[in-house]
């Protein structure tokens, strides 16, 4: 046990003013460290250090992205704003969606963790993003996890994603959290540096939102869930072995992992627990433990409140001997949250955690004043103004700068790329393309979500967005997606970043559900590079400028800094999530072209020669350069009000969207979905090659019954939506067949597009 | 042909959900008096005599155990 | 109105589900806590799915000792229907109403999927709605879904006709297993037919909004049939 | 106090698909010799002195292992 004599106090910390401490292997910078100085009058303890340390990390202080991030805050309309009830700032963004219900979605980063241990990392970025949900207030209802991995040949890729993938199914699973999407895309860029992102979307009554705050003086703090460990700790070890007195004799720790492992179980009596004490009306505020743990959730919870906080760390259950107060303030132990309860409340809020075997320790109480204390045995080890450790921690204003190489990239136009134009060479093209590893079926990955715990899915995997049921009475629902195109953003990071807006707003669109609010997360190279800095700041304007033109507001994200390899950064990676809302749920519009024989496909929207780092120009000639598709917020606008009209009216039976490997590719999917057939009719004079693989933006495919066509192909025309009637449906063939091309089996097609990712992972 | 067995163990920093809920359930199933249980794997591979024992640590390593969280023991047992 | 009991542990994930189901049938679903040792009165029970104390040891093995398990046991012993989906199936296995155990798919993958089913057994009260040889499909969705069992066991099992549902590769096509299950065995039944245990999930195919079929309903309202009859039997007889 | 090691593995007769897969991949890492791999449990148990073998023995075949598909052996140890 280390002895109380050897924790470094306020007092001590005021009486040695000069004693030497680690903070660069900490992190910080030198006027960082001074600025700290500055705040405390004096040097700051151990335990000070690790907390501003931590919190002032680009992770949790955004001190690179905050000065560009303001941006979504300032072009966010009042009308864009109404049916937001909590925004950026907050865990996560809390919308209105009807009937009383408020939705809260959010994504979240975890890539580093992920490349050292890809199963826990991966668990733990879906335990950390539940909990964010949970302290809304929320019953936690889906999950999907956005994925980006090095070639899908690459050995190391062979590593990493399958324990990524059961990770994720592992800790979702056993949570009992439907998976109802995400992505997975390979490129050689994310090599060293996978990207795994987890989204997690809940739902609760509008009266019930919880925000973090620590208000009403005499109010106890009660820290509960998982015991606190030694792990994900990392840096902070430093200062246990280099002790004020700078013994030699000190308890010194080796360096440790900064892995942790996560208990599903534990999180799932964890939630269960909380929604009981919100439904008992228990919790006047309540912050989950994820990044910088207990520093994280004390300085923020005192920061928002209207009040001090002083907290008695040595109450804090542990699960190692010997944590000193700086361990146990960084320590990133998952699966624990912390509330703010009425003293009155004490009692009843422990009887809960009781019945639901969930450790809960008060742990200290608001206070009058606005000092953060903290202390350990008695002695103070932290006496600080909350809001400089949570929310005044420094802000870089990064020089910005357009790379070098921007120029040469755009003028690289694939225009001269050989393309196939015989019926065989494009025959060829379709299977090799629908075979090739970001169009290949994501089955294998797939098939180890639960996507039908709690029963309320409606639409998953494979279809264009996850769509569930919250509302059991009314039928009220939910879609989201998550889309990025990380060459389109490296071609044109504002476009680019539209184009992901665009994709995630229009797969929400087709299922027949209006699209509402954004979220996003940010997944960038290092912000030191003003060239990535460039990138970044043309990525937030074009996703917030895209959102006034939808009219839809950022609710919340996250930034991921630093994914590089050496100075190599990965495609810049603006993973944009968009959430719809659907009325009733059993008027969804599924994605597969169905059954009916005779059923009209048509092709709304206009293709144009577009190739710019599309899928084609990659699989082919591993090509990237010149422009991405053209991108038209207004035309998205209308497209999505077709589709929902046309969900209401009966209108559409099934809907796909065009992206990647445009229309052939949403063909060979479509008839896959439901194993029927169709025949397609190229219009006269088309390039077939174009009209079949560019990835034109703004484009539909949509199955209309006979009877409804006439109604609806006069209201695209009547709206000014350019369509175009492709073929019919044609179960009995069993095949897809295009004029010019040929005939492509059902059987051929799928062993081609699903083979792919069995063969290199199993 | 020599038998070998290798013992791979949660790092003891390192959270042990399984242990602790194996730990937590005795108590409930009417047996008192244990206070700590770590549940880790076990293999028992067979293997030629031509394999020496630096490929053997090196299997445990870099494949058996995962050094970021386990800890690993290998030994050669009689047969 | 029949009542039938849903159990719930810390981990149990599906009873939300197992209870929908019940009520879709037309009964009334009443959930009953692990930590109570108290049937309260139903007229089955449904070990519903999920991850008990996280499975962490081996699935179903700490449920089974739960208090609410000794009653259930206790209840079955008397004759009263009690079905096992998945992580029930397996809690049953561990307590020793039904034989054999259930281990890592030969895959090592969780495997979620929709999954053909042949009803072999329409004799069982989870099963006479069913027409003999009836192929359903319903989600499997389970990591340790293999099931297992020693020969001898296995061919009482066969020989007794006690396998309930075996999975099949295809709708029309032969028997085939996505986990590596012995003799390609779903689900299995006791001596006597009242309780029965299965990897694949009816509860999540009641309605194809959310699930692929409504074939799995045929479970819950066959044993309503059972202990309606039943139920109306003793309510003769006590002269109610 | 007194440590205690449980080793439960997969009865022989039983497909052990872990044991199978680690087999698979050894030769493909460049890993030759290894003819066969068994994956099963090891739990390490710390006990007061007063818990005697007949309460571990107990502790083993009724819960950490399961009889139908394992075997285990029960084992004090040098703390
Ligand atoms: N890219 C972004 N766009 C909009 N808001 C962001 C972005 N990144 C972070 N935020 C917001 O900043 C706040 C702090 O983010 P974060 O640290 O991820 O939350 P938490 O503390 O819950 O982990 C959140 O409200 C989040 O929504
Ligand atoms: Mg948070």
Redesign the pocket.
């Known amino acids: 046990m280390t002895s109380i004599q050897q924790i470094d106090t306020v007092e001590h910390a005021a009486a040695t003013r000069d004693h030497p401490q680690p903070y660069r292997e900490l992190g910080l910078k030198d006027d960082e460290y001074q600025r700290i100085r500055d705040i405390l009058g004096r040097r700051p303890t151990d335990a000070e250090l690790a907390m501003y340390s931590v919190m002032w990390s680009e992770?949790?202080s955004?001190k690179s992205?905050k000065v560009h991030?303001r941006y979504?805050g300032e072009t966010t309309t009042p009308q864009m704003r109404e049916k937001m009830l909590a925004?950026?700032?907050?865990?996560?963004?809390v919308v209105d969606v009807g009937d009383g219900w408020a939705v809260t979605f959010?994504v979240?980063s975890h890539n580093h963790p992920s490349y050292v241990e890809p199963y826990q990392g991966a668990a733990t970025g879906v335990g950390g993003i539940v909990r964010?949900i949970l302290a809304m207030g929320a019953r936690p209802l889906a999950v999907m996890d956005p994925l980006r991995f090095g070639p899908a040949d690459a050995p190391d890729t062979r590593r990493v994603l399958p324990g990524v993938v059961a990770g994720i199914g592992g800790y979702g699973n056993c949570l009992g959290l439907p998976n109802i999407g995400g992505e997975v895309v390979f490129d050689p860029s994310y090599a060293g540096n996978p990207l795994v992102n987890a989204l997690c979307v809940g739902a609760m009554r509008v009266e019930d939102l919880h925000l973090a705050h620590a208000t009403g003086v005499g109010n106890k703090i009660i820290l509960f869930g998982a015991r606190t460990g030694l792990d994900g700790i990392g840096g902070v070890s430093v200062l246990a072995s280099d002790t004020f007195s700078g013994e030699e004799t000190g308890p010194g720790r080796k360096k440790l992992p900064s892995v942790q492992v996560g208990d599903p179980f534990t999180e799932k009596v964890l939630i269960e627990c909380c929604l009981e004490l919100f439904r008992e009306g228990l919790v006047v505020g309540i912050q989950?433990l994820?990044?910088a743990g207990l520093s994280?959730a004390t300085s923020?919870l005192a920061s928002a409140g209207d009040g001090g906080m002083r907290v008695e760390l040595d109450r804090v259950p542990l699960r190692a001997e010997g944590m000193t107060p700086a361990e146990i303030l960084s320590s990133e132990s998952q699966e624990r949250m912390c509330a703010v309860v009425r003293p009155s409340d004490v009692d009843a809020f422990m009887r809960v955690c009781d019945r639901w075997e969930v450790t809960a320790t008060e742990i200290g109480e608001v206070t009058e004043g606005d000092r953060l204390v903290i202390t350990w045995h008695g002695e103070t080890v932290v006496d600080v103004p909350p809001r400089t450790v949570a929310h005044q921690g420094p802000v870089y204003r990064r020089p910005v700068q357009r790379p070098t190489d921007q120029d040469a990239l755009r003028a690289n136009i694939p225009d001269a790329l050989p393309r196939p134009s015989t019926p065989d060479d494009l025959r060829d093209t379709v299977l090799r393309m629908a075979a090739s590893p970001n169009l290949c079926s994501r089955r294998w990955v797939t098939q180890q979500y639960d996507h039908y715990v709690r029963g309320g899915t409606v639409l998953a995997q494979p279809a264009d967005a996850g769509m569930i049921r919250i509302d059991e009475t009314t039928g009220r629902g939910v879609a989201v997606s998550t889309d990025c195109n990380g060459r389109y953003v490296r071609l044109d990071p504002y476009a680019g970043t539209q184009l992901a807006l665009a994709e995630a707003y229009r797969n929400v669109a087709v299922t027949g559900a209006t699209p509402v609010a954004v979220?996003?997360?940010?997944n960038f190279g290092s912000p030191e590079d003003p060239g990535v800095m460039w990138q970044f700041e043309q990525a937030?304007r074009g996703l917030a400028d895209g959102c006034v033109a939808l009219g839809i507001p950022?609710?919340?994200?996250?930034?991921s800094f630093y994914n590089q390899t050496g100075s190599t950064a990965i495609l810049p990676t603006p993973v944009v999530g968009v959430l719809g809302v659907i009325d009733d749920v059993r008027r969804r519009i599924p994605t597969g072209i169905g059954g009916q024989a005779g059923d009209a496909l048509l092709l709304l929207g206009e293709t144009r020669d577009e190739f710019g780092g599309s899928e084609w120009a990659h699989v082919v000639h591993g090509h990237l350069g010149g422009r991405p598709p053209a991108v038209d917020m207004a035309r998205e606008k209308l497209l999505a009000e077709i589709l929902v009209a046309g969900s209401r009216d009966g209108m559409v039976s099934a809907a796909h969207d065009l992206s990647e490997g445009g229309l052939a590719q949403a063909l060979v999917e479509a008839v896959l979905i439901d194993e029927t057939g169709c025949r397609i009719a190229p219009p006269d004079g088309v390039d077939l090659f174009v009209w079949l693989f560019s990835e034109s933006a703004g484009r539909v495919l949509v199955t209309v019954p006979r009877t409804e066509e006439p109604r609806f192909t006069d209201m695209c025309t009547m709206r000014g939506l350019p369509w175009t009637r492709i073929g019919v449906v044609d179960p009995d063939a069993r095949a897809l067949e295009i004029q010019g091309v040929g005939s492509i089996g059902v059987a051929e097609l799928r062993e081609t597009w699903e083979g792919t990712l069995p063969a290199l992972f199993d | 042909m020599a038998r070998v067995v290798v013992d791979v163990m949660p790092k003891p920093e390192i959270l042990d959900p399984q242990g602790q809920a194996v730990a937590k359930a005795l108590p409930r199933l009417g047996f008192e008096g244990v206070t700590s249980v770590r549940q880790g794997k076990r293999f028992e591979l067979e293997v030629d005599d031509a394999v020496d024992d630096a490929t053997l640590a090196k299997i445990a390593e870099t494949f058996l155990a995962n050094p970021v969280i386990e800890d690993w023991v290998v030994r050669r047992v009689e047969p | 109105m029949s009542r039938i009991g849903v159990i719930i542990f810390p981990g149990t994930l599906d009873d939300v589900d197992a209870a929908r189901a019940v009520r879709h049938a037309g009964a009334e679903a009443v959930a009953l806590w692990h930590a109570d040792a108290d049937l309260r009165g139903v007229d089955a029970v449904v070990v519903p799915g999920g991850f008990s104390y996280g499975d962490y040891l081996r699935a179903g093995a700490i449920a089974r000792f739960a208090p609410v398990m000794g009653e259930v046991v206790a209840a079955a012993k008397r004759g009263m229907p009690v079905l096992g989906i998945c992580n029930g199936f397996q809690v049953l296995c561990e307590a020793g109403l039904l034989p054999g155990a259930l281990t890592r798919n030969a895959s090592l993958h969780f495997v979620c999927r929709d999954q053909w089913l042949r009803v072999e057994n329409t004799a069982t009260v989870w099963s006479t709605r069913f027409e003999p040889g009836a192929e359903i499909l319903v989600p499997l969705k389970s990591g340790e879904g293999c099931y297992v069992a020693d020969q001898h066991t296995l061919d009482e099992l066969e020989g007794e006709g006690r396998v309930v549902f075996r999975y099949l590769l295809d709708s029309g096509g032969g028997t085939g297993s996505p986990n590596g299950s012995r003799n390609d065995i779903a689900g299995i039944t006791d001596a006597r037919g009242r309780v029965v245990g299965l990897m694949p999930h009816p509860e999540h195919a009641i309605d194809p909004l959310t699930g692929p079929t409504d074939d799995g309903l045929g479970l819950f309202l066959s044993v309503l049939d059972a202990v309606g009859a039943a139920g109306a039997l003793a309510e003769a007889v006590s002269g109610r």
């Open positions: 992770h949790c955004y992205s991030l979504f925004g950026i700032g907050e865990n996560a963004g959010k979240e964010d989950d994820g990044g994280c923020e979220t996003n997360c940010l937030v950022v609710t919340g994200g996250n930034v």
